[in-house]
């Protein structure tokens, strides 16, 4: 249990970074669309149904089907088998970022979604925050409010009590889009494969879990304890 306290605002941050490198790639690399989330997918669902676009909706409507799918498994199962949630997501999002790389260029982009779709709501329900805040690390959104919250709390009402909060979320917000300017860089001089680039810090989360976890031999996770 103190390893896990240990390691898991790292982690978070790290995810954070891994969100926004995923966020700013699926908008580059498929007509402006975000794979991390599906409010944008079904609204465009409703607008493809009315403009009598089915093929579109139905290609929507199953990127909803996908993201629920994933949802529901991380509630099924916890209590039903005894795979870890959090390294589940980290394989899943490599195979997500390996399957966009190999993808045509010709390929539909809501279909190019897919993966992320499945991917990014698993990892949503798998790292859901840390310090004991509740925060996401595939989008802004809500980051942004909490933050501006607390630093308005910190700096105009001169409550340093949400200090540890303002500084949380400010550095998730930091993360992600640090992740967000290395895809895009990496878009920009190696092209869509520039996505396999994910994999670094996804192996350096799955290492912040096995450490959290106690997984690694002991001769390893001193070595690591010393040099930090």
């Given amino acids: 249990m103190e390893n896990k306290k240990k390691y898991e ?10 969100g926004g490198f995923f966020g700013v ?30 093929t579109d909706a139905c290609l929507r409507l199953g990127g909803v089907f996908l993201f629920v799918a994933a949802i529901a498994l991380t ?28 993808f045509p260029a010709d390929i539909h982009p809501v279909l190019a979604l897919y993966p992320f779709f499945f991917a990014t709501a698993f990892q949503w329900n798998s790292f859901k925050g840390a310090k004991g805040f509740a925060s996401s690390t595939l989008f802004s959104t809500n980051n942004l409010k909490q933050f501006t919250m607390a630093a308005t709390e910190v700096l105009l009402n001169k409550d340093k009590t949400h200090t540890v909060k303002a500084k949380f979320f400010g550095c998730t917000l930091l993360f992600f889009h640090v992740g967000v300017a290395c895809s895009f ?39 690591a304890e010393e040099r930090g």
């Fill in 9 to 18: 605002t790292p982690l978070h941050y790290m995810m954070a970074f891994v």
């Fill in 25 to 54: 790639y699926t908008i580059l690399s498929f007509c402006d669309l975000f794979g991390n989330a599906q409010t944008a997918n079904m609204i465009y669902f409703v607008t493809d149904l009315l403009g009598h676009d089915f």
């Fill in 75 to 102: 509630v099924w199962l916890p209590k039903h088998s005894r795979i870890d949630l959090q390294v589940a997501s980290l394989f899943l999002d490599a195979a997500a970022a390996v399957m966009a790389g190999l």
């Fill in 185 to 223: 860089v990496a878009r920009s001089f190696i092209g869509p494969r520039s996505i396999w680039l994910a994999l670094i810090p996804l192996s350096i989360s799955l290492y912040t879990v096995c450490l959290a976890n106690d997984w690694l031999p002991l001769s390893v996770t001193a070595g």
